[in-house]
């Protein structure tokens, strides 16, 4: 054999190994590919050196954990132990998931968790003596402690990234082109450059952050555009401007996206954007009803395969699977007969078919319990807006009102609303009315479309009307709530959601 054989050889093979160690490390780069499986996952943890100050009550810990299946962000949550311990266990509709640890106590710092069915993840949070929060995650999913901890703060510092460029004269596809090439872009480099986290991390948090860009920023584009005309339109321009209205082709950035990789399993914002698509009035995505899902995938690709790229993967199956989880969520209506032969049909991977249908008992029982609280649609009373909450507390007389104020934008205030179902069964056949209250800062028939699975009785003011009301109160955010007695006296005003027991308990307090 030749010299030059053996120095071609030699190249080739270093060639080969280079290409393997590069794709060795990529995979190192990411974490594991989750897969749809329903199952069970254990956290348990410490909290060291934390001290309640005297008559102070127990911290609240929240774990949030997205489903990707059926479209949720679930909440669970426990009181902290005497002894700084705590313990959940919760369902899980993917082999590895990563969840969000939360607390008042945390300073408005949270700490992702990884949640893998039948492995206990552990967490030890510290605080020392001026404060300063440190953790400890033991877990097989790869992420560190330094990983845990800064989480959200790349997160929240990602979205205080303000634009400083004119947008709003560009077509939707030059500024879709620019968001993604360079506003984008510079979001990521200005809060995702930190060297203390693992590139496992840097990869999650770039995922979540990119899927997020592309559900509030180029899928809500009629918002980002008008929102960008109030921020940089000349003095002398009017304050009305109508963006254009972006077409099908507007939408080919999605490819970009990858939204068949099984790594957006792990990011809340995957299903938002599932759902975002769902109800997109260009795209036209039909409802599924009791269509046969490859009757239905064929309709859909038809519009939506040259825009991902592919009319085939695990975006296919996930839409889905969000677009039966969109009637549950947003009509509270359970599955058709006919509806569960074709999930059954369809679905390969049988997880998704078990994790559908009992999603749909939940949603049967949740029907029961709306029909306690029929939904009714009250004008605005035609009085100045000075006496406007007087007109309509004046309404229920002899019966205790709950007021909450609220928005169809709002995640705390739907969050808070799943929350007091139980409150709301709790008082059914009791003297108390629930009345909603949001503005036109709701769109009108999303906010129709909201009301049928809130049950109670609803008002939608003028902005003037809402901004009197809220200024009126010393109300500066929403979830805010006031609470009247049966003699239509006010005893309470609260912003943010107190929690079950306590709104429970407000309320069974102006029975008396």
Not at 102 to 130: M, R
Not at 359 to 371: M, P, S, T, Y
Request: some cysteine.
């Amino acid at each position: 054999m030749s010299n030059v054989t053996i120095f071609l050889k030699s190249i080739l093979l270093i060639g080969i190994c280079l290409v393997f160690l590069s794709a060795v490390n990529a995979q190192n780069d990411r974490l594991p590919d989750p897969k749809i499986q329903e199952g069970n996952a254990k956290v348990t943890g410490t909290i060291t050196n934390f001290k309640l100050k005297k008559g102070e009550a127990a911290p609240i810990l929240i774990l949030y954990v997205p489903n990707p299946v059926t479209a949720e962000m679930s909440q669970f949550k426990m009181k902290l132990s005497v002894d700084g311990s705590f313990h959940f266990e919760v369902p899980v509709e993917c082999t590895t998931t990563i969840g969000l640890i939360g607390s008042d106590i945390f300073n408005s710092n949270g700490f992702c968790v990884g949640l893998i069915p039948g492995e206990v993840t552990k967490l030890e949070i510290s605080f020392d003596g001026t404060g300063k929060i440190s953790a400890n995650l033991k877990s097989s999913l790869g992420l560190t402690s330094n990983d845990i901890i800064n989480y959200e703060k790349i997160y929240v510092k990602f979205f205080g990234v303000h634009d400083t460029t004119r947008t709003y004269n560009m077509t939707p596809e030059d500024f879709s082109h620019f968001a993604i090439e360079k506003l984008l872009v510079d979001r990521l480099n200005k809060s995702i450059n930190d060297s203390i986290i693992s590139e496992k991390a840097k990869n999650y948090i770039t995922n979540e952050c990119r899927l997020t860009y592309l559900q509030f920023s180029l899928l809500d584009y009629r918002n980002i555009i008008s929102q960008n005309y109030r921020n940089f339109k000349p003095k002398e321009a009017p304050d009305n401007f109508t963006p254009q209205e972006p077409n099908r082709s507007y939408y080919a950035f999605l490819k970009d996206f990858k939204l068949s990789d099984p790594q957006n399993l792990y990011n809340y914002s995957y299903f938002e954007v599932l759902q975002t698509l769902l109800s997109n009035k260009t795209l036209n995505i039909p409802a599924i009803k009791d269509i046969p899902v490859n009757d239905w995938l064929k309709e859909v690709k038809t519009t939506m395969a040259d825009l991902i790229g592919s009319d085939t993967g695990l975006f296919y199956d996930m839409l889905a699977a969000n677009a039966y989880a969109r009637q549950f969520n947003d009509e509270l209506k359970p599955l058709s007969d006919k509806q569960k032969e074709n999930i059954r049909s369809y679905f390969k991977n049988e997880e998704f078919t078990k994790i559908l249908l009992k999603r749909n008992e939940v949603v049967i029982k949740l029907e029961k319990e709306k029909n306690y609280f029929k939904t009714v649609v009250n004008k605005t009373p035609a009085v100045p807006k000075e006496a406007l909450m007087n007109a309509i507390i004046s309404k229920y007389k002899g019966k205790a009102v709950l007021v909450d104020f609220w928005a169809t934008w709002c995640g705390p205030c739907m969050d808070a609303m799943k929350e007091t179902r139980d409150v709301k069964n709790e008082m059914h056949g009791k003297d108390v009315i629930f009345v909603y209250i949001t503005s036109v800062s709701s769109p009108q028939k999303l906010w129709e479309e909201k009301i049928k699975i809130i049950g109670g009785e609803h008002y939608y003011l003028t902005k003037d009307e809402w901004e009197y009301v809220m200024d009126s109160f010393g109300f500066s955010g929403i979830p805010t709530y006031l609470f009247y007695n049966t003699k239509g006296v006010l005893k309470n005003k609260v912003t943010a959601y107190p929690g079950t027991e306590k709104m429970q308990k407000m309320i069974g307090e102006l029975l008396f």
